[in-house]
């Protein structure tokens, strides 16, 4: 036989990429980065009109949704499945938990947490965004910790569970690659290979550039505000341009040094750095306060988190919830593709439930600590009467909230070096570990995507947070992330079925491998006719023909014996199959029969199946019998084998029957 040679790889093999996905994502942001730098006026106007628009009209949407995805969650974590590996049955996780807590923590949020650690409480706390509560006040404070717990705690997670899940099951208990429209087979099917799953991944491109963007557009700010305290640096957009081009060019070294040489170390980097400011904070602040308000404000978040996840001051329309919930609620939705495809690719082996409650619970905790010691430390500043200026100065100047706060404390040199480099190396791993995200999903699911390709993405994160900066800068940053989240709700929704149909199928699957099969004793099935029967699949013809020309024959020569002894006996043909029913005189009937049976092969667990053979299913013949539940596969049987089953049923259904009468008599 002559040997065929391997085809020749195309283009979009040689370059490593997947080029639709690619070129149009690649098209989009350009389009975007001309308008906004050329047009910076018309860009403003055009983004404060998209921000008033969605929070306007689709504001309750977004709070359903986000809502919506922590329930979901949830009801995964403690159902049925919860058991079930993110990969084969026998795999275990590739990191220890303190490694997968610091890269969850590192690539979650940040950046977000020392730009609006102290700014966000203290900002509630001066404005509060509930009608009638005193500013600055004791409730004020209460409620304040209250909201910032609401959008820096399980709703945030949830949405990245609902993509880092479904990416996971997919991709390594499966075998799918890793992109987004893998998560949308059991919803498409073959439809992911073609525009439908094109336009998805684009939608996810899209989302993880701009919402990474938000996020280095604001590293940039503090790290701005950073060295203007420290060096008495000017403050102005040509420097956090400068900041951004700087910062980029070490994010692709980390890059091209991969997960466990590059973006792991910086994670762990981070942790160190951040725990090491969150003690001082806790030391040198009000420490007993701090310890008492950690417990104080988890608990009332938890106890109000059902009035919290669905107010939207319907009553009062407040300019609040744009700025504040909903630009959350956007970001989440925009940064969960780059999450979650990040936390999937570090949580191979994890059961579902341990992955849930690990990404919804751990992350969570230390984010409430963290607010709680940042945030409440300004806040008591302020209610004791020994910084009242502080809230001005926050109001003035949003990215040096953290800064002003190290003032009051001692060694706030140190302190705010120390915080310009996490800040800077939350940059980093955020930018790195986006650009790999979206990498994979450009080169079609490749588990390491060539360097230019992560470059070429390192870049466009910071030329679209530089465009975002110079046409409006933080509302820019805002509308960014709102409006880049709302084409990616659908396909989260999509997501979230797939989920769900996956899971049950499985299910049913494992259901249907727990029958009992024909005891092979009892049976006489050769071993090698028995191996052959278990690695082959049948089709509907060959399950009708075994029913045809081997059951229905053996069921008539029992039918034939049982009438020859006055025995009433008939068999009986029907659409799924046959039997053959025993009837005695006092009214009771044995009953035994075979049946044809089918079950859809998981196809999206096979990506070597072609499309014609998407819709293929597994035929088998059921045995089934009046005196048991027990159902079982008998294809492949003899005639003698399928006969010596039905008398072996129909013994212990004499024996049951005369057993009463014989004790009595006894």
């Known amino acids: 036989m002559t040997d065929v040679p391997p085809p020749e790889p195309s283009a979009d093999a040689k370059l490593g990429i997947h080029f639709r996905v690619f070129g ?17 006026g018309t860009a403003t106007v055009v983004f404060q009109s998209m921000q008033a628009w969605i929070v306007g009209h689709l504001g309750w949407f977004y709070v359903l949704l986000v809502a919506g995805f922590l329930v979901y969650a949830l009801v995964l974590a403690f159902s049925r499945y919860g058991e079930i590996r993110l990969g084969p049955d026998d ?11 610091a890269m969850l923590f590192s690539a979650g949020m940040g950046i977000g947490l020392m730009f609006f650690g102290v700014a966000e409480p203290l900002l509630h706390f001066a404005h509060p965004p509930v009608p009638g509560t ?38 390594f208990r499966h075998g799918l690659p890793l992109t987004i429209r893998s998560t949308l087979y059991p919803v498409l099917g073959e439809r992911i290979h073609g525009r439908l799953g094109d336009l998805v991944d684009i939608f996810a491109i899209l989302g993880t550039v701009f919402g990474v963007a938000t996020s280095l557009g604001f590293g940039a700010m503090q790290v701005n505000a950073g060295l203007a305290f420290l060096f008495g640096v000017e403050v102005s957009v040509g420097v956090q341009l400068a900041l951004i081009a700087l910062i980029t060019l070490i994010a692709t070294g980390s890059v091209a040094a991969g997960l466990d040489a590059g973006i792991r170390r910086l994670s762990l980097l981070n942790m160190v750095l951040a725990l090491f400011l969150l003690l001082f904070v806790l030391v040198a602040g009000p420490t007993v306060f701090l310890l008492s308000a950690f417990p104080q404000n988890t608990g009332s978040y938890l106890s109000e988190i059902f009035d919290l996840s669905f107010r939207q001051f319907a009553y009062e329309p407040t300019a609040w919830m744009g700025d504040w919930t909903l630009f959350y609620w956007g970001w989440w939705i925009a940064w969960s593709p780059f999450v979650g495809m990040f936390i999937a690719r570090i949580s191979r082996g994890r059961t579902i439930r341990e992955f849930v409650i690990g990404v919804l619970v751990v992350p969570a905790l230390f984010t409430f600590l963290w607010m709680t010691i940042f945030g409440n430390t300004a806040i008591h500043a302020v209610l004791s009467g020994g910084a009242p200026e502080l809230v001005a100065m926050v109001d ?11 003032e009051l404390l001692p060694l706030s040199q140190l302190t705010s070096f120390v915080a310009v480099i996490l800040v800077v190396t939350f940059f980093v791993t955020s930018s790195d570990s986006g650009s790999l995200v979206t990498g994979m999903i450009s080169s079609g699911g490749s588990a390491d995507p060539p360097l230019w390709n992560r470059v070429f993405w390192a870049i466009s994160k910071g030329v679209v947070a530089a465009v975002l900066l110079v046409a409006g800068g933080l509302g820019a940053l805002q509308t960014a992330a709102i409006a880049s989240a709302l084409p990616f709700t659908i396909v989260m929704v999509a997501i979230c079925v797939g989920m769900v149909l996956a899971l049950r199928r499985e299910r049913a699957e494992h259901v249907r491998m727990q029958r009992p099969s024909l005891p092979v004793a009892r049976a006489g099935l050769d071993w ?21 020309s081997t059951v229905y024959p053996a069921l008539v020569s029992v039918r034939d014996e049982l009438t020859g002894h006055g025995i009433d006996a008939v068999v009986i043909e029907d659409d799924d199959g046959v039997r053959i029913e025993v009837h005695e005189a006092d009214g009771e009937t044995f009953a035994y029969g075979a049946r044809r049976r089918s079950y859809r092969m998981v196809t999206f667990a096979f990506v ?47 024996n049951a029957r005369t057993a009463p009468s014989l004790e009595v008599e006894s």
């Open 608 to 654: 070597e199946t072609p499309a014609a053979d998407a819709r293929h299913r597994h035929w088998y013949v059921e045995a089934w019998c009046s005196v048991t539940a027990d159902e079982y596969d008998i294809l492949g049987l003899s005639r003698e084998q399928i006969i010596d089953d039905l008398l072996g049923h129909y013994s212990r259904w004499v």
């Open 528 to 548: 090698r006719k028995r191996l052959g029967h278990l690695v082959r699949h049948s089709d509907e013809a060959a399950a009708t023909r075994f029913i045809e």
């Open 396 to 406: 003035n100047n949003l990215p040096v909230a953290l800064f002003a706060l190290f």
């Open 134 to 171: 005193d500013p600055q006040s004791v409730e004020a404070a209460r409620e304040a910790m209250r909201v910032s717990f609401l959008h820096w705690g399980f709703h945030a997670w949830g949405i990245y569970i609902v993509i880092g899940l479904s990416l996971a099951y997919f991709g």
């Open 24 to 40: 149009i994502a690649a098209l989009l942001i350009l389009a975007f980065s001309v308008f906004g730098g050329m047009a910076s």
């Open 91 to 101: 795999s275990r996780p590739d990191y220890s938990y303190a490694s997968w807590f």
